[in-house]
């Protein structure tokens, strides 16, 4: 539990440093050695690392006073933090507060930031003159927009429907969680991957040659 749930807030608020590399390149590049500097990089990321691990760390100890007198069966394919508790005879107000909270300020927080970052971005982007540096700029930003669209959709549902609905079927939110879990980090070397020219030159050459050869086994 304590494993899984460290680095579903260390992937949002990663998420979220990105937009904010995005936001001084794109909106303030004159000043982008001032705040993207490795110090100002390395202690934002510190930050969330120590509050990650922290605050995981409290929420997964308070698990401890719960006591289980009936079924013990999670719906989950792991301890996952909501049907555990959900289980416990006793009261689980404190581990549903917790829960609630950490996943408004985990998800929403940087969600937020991310969105913001892109209204302003977008507004630098349609500034300028050129079309031709419109389109370099919002390039640069599409790998991390389809990231964060991986990861915030299926996280989002479960933990935001799931925890304050409770109308969530359990095989929808085992399998929202196995996409949240797997899809982005799977992707995340494809899509960066997919900037280099050379990469991306071979990669269309090999789909070119794959249409081609399926075509010619249909035409005989």
């Not at 691990?53 to 719960?66: E, K």
Request: net charge positive.
């Amino acid at each position: 539990m304590y494993v899984y749930y460290t680095f579903i807030p260390l992937e949002s608020y990663s998420l979220a440093i990105l937009a904010y590399d995005r936001l001084i390149a794109i909106c303030f590049p004159l000043r982008q050695n001032v705040f993207n500097t490795l110090p100002v990089m390395s202690c934002l990321i510190g930050v969330t690392w120590v509050y990650s691990l922290g605050i995981v760390a409290y929420s997964t100890a308070i698990m401890t006073r719960l006591s289980f007198c009936n079924s013990v069966r999670v719906f989950s394919y792991f301890c996952d933090y909501a049907p555990v508790f959900r289980l416990a005879c006793n009261d689980y107000t404190l581990q549903w507060s917790i829960a609630s909270t950490s996943s408004m300020v985990n998800l929403m927080g940087p969600l937020t930031f991310i969105l913001l970052s892109y209204v302003i971005i977008l507004v630098t982007v349609f500034r300028m003159k050129s079309v031709n540096n419109r389109m370099k700029a919002l390039a640069t930003c599409i790998e991390h927009l389809v990231l964060v669209a991986v990861f915030f959709t299926p996280i989002l549902i479960i933990f935001l429907i799931g925890l304050y609905v409770r109308s969530i079927d359990p095989d929808q939110r085992v399998l929202s969680l196995s996409l949240a879990s797997c899809i982005p980090p799977c992707i995340n070397s494809v899509v960066y991957s997919l900037k280099t020219k050379e990469i991306r030159t071979r990669a269309l050459a090999l789909v070119k040659r794959s249409f081609d050869i399926t075509r010619t086994s249909s035409s005989l």
